[in-house]
């Protein structure tokens, strides 16, 4: 009952907040931090995923796959 806020046990299925298995409903505060992390790692990375991928690299995939 005086566990400290990181060490209470879910009411769900009986494991610290961190051992929660997927059943376990996710907090609001959870999704939104989701749904603000996808939003700027997609700001600052979507240019570079466009790039075409260099002829060299290309290259390099297709000698190891023939091995």
Known sequence: M???DGER????NGKTGAARGRGAKRAVPDAAFDIWLRR???QM???VA???IPPELLRLI???RQK
């Open 62 to 64: 297709e000698r190891d």
């Open 45 to 47: 990375f979507d240019d």
């Open 2 to 4: 005086d566990e400290p």
């Open 40 to 42: 700027g790692l997609h």
């Open 9 to 12: 046990k879910d009411k769900v």
């Open 50 to 52: 466009r790039e075409p």
